[in-house]
């Protein structure tokens, strides 16, 4: 794994991770981690582990995420051109 920093953001090459943290989830989702309790409040949320006193994401769990939320938008945007 390698990690770089741009203008104080912190990024990681997760091409060998496979879980990420919250920090490492909303950084490579680039959403913030309020939206991120937000989404986990409503439901919304990826799948989480937890290992002792760290809660995780596994690579499989955030692509689930993501399936889900594409086709939530998908079904959204047709229902609005229907309309």
């Known amino acids: 794994m390698s990690?770089?920093?741009?203008?104080?953001?912190?990024?990681?090459d997760d091409g060998d991770v496979d879980a990420f943290s919250i920090g490492d989830f909303c950084r490579r989702h680039d959403i913030s981690p309020s939206f991120y309790h937000k989404l986990v409040a409503q439901g919304l949320g990826p799948r989480t582990l937890k290992l002792g006193s760290r809660t995780?994401?596994?690579r499989?769990?955030?692509r689930a995420w993501r399936r889900r939320h594409e086709r939530r938008s998908v079904r959204a945007a047709a229902r609005i051109s229907t309309a």
């Open 56 to 58: 995780l994401i596994t």
């Open 3 to 12: 990690v770089s920093t741009t203008g104080g953001r912190r990024y990681v």
């Open 60 to 62: 499989e769990a955030a």
